[in-house]
């Protein structure tokens, strides 16, 4: 068990729909990844928030937001769902930034039909 | 842009044997981690070993070693004794000493440890 928690662990949605996915750090984590995990792109960074603020940006779609609150955890965002949408993704935390290791969550699996 | 491959997508070995995995890189950084994550059927990626390019000694972890060569952006994962739990997908993957911190993974080696 890393620490990181993720909700929920499934999820299954129709296209077009918007989706949550949340993510509770490591306690005292200050820093959040996403990441999504699908079978033709494998593993990809999508975005990192540092004690609430945006970090780095990766190959995340406009259709994708997130956040970080003051409590630190994390919110993933996913509007007008596709098919191709449909993956893991997973929620890292890290104490810092830059020179930290990160600690994934179990991920939330994400269906889109 | 820093890539990460491993030329292996699958291997199968058994039980008690020796196995290396391969990964190479390309960056032009000269300060940077480079990770073995290991993904279990269970789906939860597991942080295997870490090296600092830095370093010259290779890292290790009770059966898990690697084998870094920086001139040639090689590092190789081998498990020794390996063990049926072994068996999972095996990720080699880059970050930056720097602000931009995300990992960067291969596509993954899939490893299945034969009774």
């Known amino acids: 068990d890393s620490g990181v928690t993720q909700t929920p662990k499934h999820l299954i949605t129709a296209t077009g729909q918007r989706v949550t996915l949340r993510c509770s750090p490591r306690?005292?984590?200050?820093?959040v990844y996403w990441y999504q995990q699908s079978l033709d792109q494998g593993l990809q960074f999508l975005i990192q928030y540092y004690n609430g603020e945006e970090r780095a940006k990766g190959n995340i779609l406009e259709r994708f937001s997130a956040q970080q609150f003051p409590d630190l955890h994390s919110e993933l965002n996913l509007s007008s769902l596709e098919l191709g949408d449909s993956a893991l993704y997973f929620c890292?935390?890290?104490?810092?930034?830059?020179?930290?290791?990160?600690?994934f969550g179990p991920g939330t699996r994400l269906t889109v039909t | 842009a820093q890539t990460v491959t491993q030329s292996q997508p699958e291997m199968s070995v058994q039980e008690a044997e020796t196995v290396t995995l391969s990964c190479t890189y390309d960056?032009?950084?000269?300060?940077?981690?480079l990770f073995w994550y290991k993904q279990p059927p269970s789906r939860q990626m597991i942080l295997v070993i870490r090296?600092?390019?830095?370093?010259?000694q290779n890292a290790t972890e009770n059966r898990f070693s690697v084998n870094f060569q920086k001139a040639a952006k090689s590092f190789s994962l081998k498990i020794s004794d390996s063990q049926l739990g072994d068996t999972a997908m095996y990720f080699c993957a880059f970050m930056k000493m720097n602000r931009d911190d995300k990992i960067i993974f291969g596509k993954g080696t899939r490893l299945h440890i034969l009774p």
């Open positions: 090296q600092e390019a830095y370093k010259q």
């Open positions: 890292a935390s890290s104490v810092g930034a830059g020179e930290f290791e990160q600690y």
């Open positions: 960056t032009s950084e000269n300060n940077y981690y």
């Open positions: 306690s005292g984590d200050l820093s």
